[in-house]
């Protein structure tokens, strides 16, 4: 005979049986028989109401397995592992049930003996706890290096956005005239794509060229109205062929490299190439966002986009996976579809293998299905470069960046005001938090934080020490509510509305209280290496540092090992440069107001200067000494001229004799001599000969010979 099937009870039901036996007075079984309800486990009841003394009951059925947390304490649970995987620094499942656990020592609750017995939370505990919150699961993430977590920061940001801004303003460009360009690679063996094969099989395989492919590089160009230019490809050979391009993207320009990598020659002529389609004018000049890639940044691509009005911004050191449109919304696209299109030609050609002559024949598939205006635009937009969005990236964004954030030192008003002008001219450092001033026990920096959070903890009641320091802050930390600018969610102090509890406050403990968010120590910092950043390499003090750096590393080359002490002027050179920017700036300002000052006198002058003369040819030999006296002593005499004609400002002009005949009478470049030629005379920084101008390089402070150069 089949067991009987027990019904559950409605609730209602047993809170109207146990309300008619205490308020109107009827019998438990007349109670139980009417409303269908166990007679014990309504007099249970009963007895439990009257020992409450409540005036109605409330039912609330015991049903399901015993709970260990309470529902507040797993969502501050889940929030801390939702915070934690935001900041790269995820927990495992392991690490989870041992802070389970320790989290459930902390707060002296009652807990299974498998629990202590292991130190760490059942395999049970932990997929009810996934379970009854939707919004985790176990993912695989994806490898984050240091570098970009660091660098990824609301400063650096902020100071990208604010030179963009500056170039908007200035130039007021056009959407068509923005643009990106970044390098991808395209090997010739990539990871196949997903296929239909037998479930259940172990092994699943796809055909591959070979082992390992060789690289092509591409160069690809798109604007923030969603248009784009031929890419550039660089092939592994030493030169380059028409063939490799055979199939490829029509208007592709095709470069060789040894290596397949961009070189500082190959991005010059990729600018030519972008120069030949884009056509930017002085009317209409071009914006190129770029990352710092050290063949991006030399004086040689200054010098060329300067003179084809090309203004280049570069992104700060390591975000340009954030930062880059063709990073963030096109590259993927166009890999996939390069995957796909290189699997459907193995396929159709069996027994075949890729080379290099095939890839331009697969991107040209890719770059037409990627680089279309949607993925363009929308790359433009999520990064907050076209339309312009400085607030594009919340503080979630920049979670990464915590750990590595220094604290801001405190400093009086009167520091501060000392300090402005510093801070201005220091080069980019990571953004540094606020320090709280109401009290200075209260910074996050400042709190005893636990080892890195990918290393595993000791579990076990050892690991708490109840001399811990624990902070309290005024108000209560909900789940959620932790943001960059606001105190760390800790330990907090609330009112106690318990009723019979002495004390006016209780320690509200967390998560972080018994596992604090990981905080890197203070790094110590060289000085020897130059920090990269974002800024306008086109303007006139980037290209003169570029420069000067580029000469060093020259003389560094070439100069033997027993005269490196006469590197010494140079670098005195190059550090008087680079920190009289500001001076000479100040200075040339000084000149030209004067001379503008000066342009009424000068007109008096010379005019003055005529009628000196014309009253010297009308004179006659006998009135000639009077007309010289005049001219010596008037207010028009030619001295007072040429004194004021010192004002203006003169090139610096070599003078020599007709009767001398020396080394320095030539030019040290072309060996003509001074008075063959008609053109101005510079003297080297470096050798401190003479040269034509157009024999080396000149800039605004200084002059380099082709030789030395």
């Known amino acids: 005979m089949a067991p009987k099937k027990r019904t559950r009870v409605e609730t209602h039901k047993i809170e109207e049986a146990v309300n008619e036996v205490l308020q109107k007075g009827i019998s438990v079984r007349s109670a139980a028989k009417a409303f269908n309800v166990s007679k014990s486990h309504l007099h249970r009841l009963i007895v439990k109401a009257k020992s409450s003394k409540c005036t109605s009951f409330v039912y609330e059925p015991n049903i399901g397995n015993k709970k260990i947390f309470t529902v507040d304490q797993e969502c ?77 920061n609301r400063h650096n940001v902020q100071n990208f956005f604010n030179y963009l801004e500056k170039c908007y303003l200035k130039h007021n460009f056009p959407p068509n005239m923005i643009y990106n ?20 099989v172990k092994r699943v395989g796809q055909i591959s060229s070979t ?45 060789a490299n040894v290596s397949g990598w961009i070189t500082e020659d190959c991005f010059l002529k990729a600018l030519k190439h972008f120069v030949h389609f884009v056509k930017p004018s002085a009317d209409s000049p071009a914006l190129i966002v770029l990352d710092n890639h050290k063949t991006h940044i030399t004086i040689n691509v200054v010098l060329y986009a300067r003179t084809n009005n090309i203004i280049i911004l570069t992104f700060p050191p390591h975000c340009s996976h954030r930062l880059q449109p063709l990073d963030v919304t096109v590259f993927g696209p166009f890999k996939a579809r390069y995957r796909a299109s290189m699997n459907d030609w193995m396929t159709s050609n069996p027994g075949k293998t890729v080379t290099i002559y095939n890839v331009a024949q697969f991107a040209k598939d890719a770059f037409f ?86 290393s595993q903890p000791q579990a076990g009641p050892s690991t708490f020490n109840d001399s811990q320091p624990e902070t309290s802050i005024i108000n209560e930390i909900r789940p959620g509510s932790f943001t960059l600018n606001d105190p760390q969610p800790g330990t ?64 560094k080359k070439k100069t033997p090992k027993s005269e490196k002490q006469n590197l010494k002027h140079v670098k005195q050179i190059f550090k008087n440069n680079l920190a009289d920017q500001e001076s000479i700036k100040t200075k040339r300002n000084e000149k030209a107001k004067k001379k503008k000052m000066n342009i009424t006198k000068n007109v008096t002058v010379s005019q003055k200067k005529k009628k000196a003369a014309r009253k010297i040819a009308s004179s006659s030999s006998s009135n000639s000494s009077d007309a010289s006296s005049n001219i010596d002593t008037g207010s028009d005499s030619i001295n007072d001229i040429l004194e004021n004609e010192k004002d203006a400002p003169r090139l610096r002009k070599r003078t020599i004799t007709k009767n001398k005949t020396g080394d320095d009478d030539q030019c040290n470049v072309c060996k003509k001599t001074y008075l063959e030629s008609t053109e101005d005379w510079y003297q080297c920084k470096i050798c401190t000969k003479w040269a034509h101008e157009t024999c080396g390089i000149k800039g605004t402070f200084n002059y380099f010979c082709s030789l030395c150069h």
């Open 76 to 152: 501050s649970l889940a929030e801390y592992l939702k915070t934690s995987a935001k900041m790269c620094h995820g927990l495992t499942t392991k690490q989870v049930r041992e802070l389970a656990y320790q989290y459930a020592v902390r707060l002296n609750l009652s807990i299974p003996s498998s629990w202590e017995k292991n130190n760490t939370a059942s395999q049970d505990w932990l997929k009810g706890f996934l379970k009854r919150h939707d919004s985790l699961s176990v993912r695989k993430p994806e490898n984050t290096s240091l570098a970009r977590t660091t660098s990824f």
């Open 181 to 200: 360009l970044d390098e991808t690679g395209c090997t010739t063996v990539t990871n196949a794509p997903k296929i239909v094969a037998q479930a259940g």
């Open 211 to 255: 082992e390992r492919g060789a690289l092509v590089t591409m160069l690809g160009f798109a604007n923030a109205a969603g248009g784009s230019i031929p890419p550039v490809f660089i092939f592994p050979r030493v030169h380059f062929k028409e063939h490799m391009l055979e199939n490829g993207p029509t208007g592709a320009l095709g470069l």
């Open 369 to 454: 299905a990627a680089f279309n205006m949607n993925n363009i635009s929308s790359g433009f937009k999520n990064t907050g470069i076209w339309p312009i969005n400085k607030n594009i990236f919340s503080d979630e964004d920049f979670l990464p960046a915590f750990v590595t954030d220094r604290p801001q030192n405190l400093k009086t008003p009167t520091d501060l005001s000392e300090d402005s002008d510093k801070s201005s001219s220091n080069e980019e450092e990571l953004p540094q938090r606020s320090f709280n001033v109401i009290n200075p026990e209260l910074d996050s920096n400042k709190r005893i934080v636990s080892p890195s959070i990918l």
């Open 492 to 555: 907090s102090t609330i009112k106690d509305t318990r009723p019979g509890s002495s004390n006016s406050a209780y320690l509200l403990i967390t998560p972080e209280v018994v596992r604090p968010y990981p905080k890197a120590l203070p790094r110590k910092s060289t000085g020897k290496q130059r920090k990269a950043k974002t800024t306008i390499i086109t303007e006139t003090p980037e290209k003169e540092r570029l420069l000067l750096e580029n000469m060093m590393d020259i003389l």
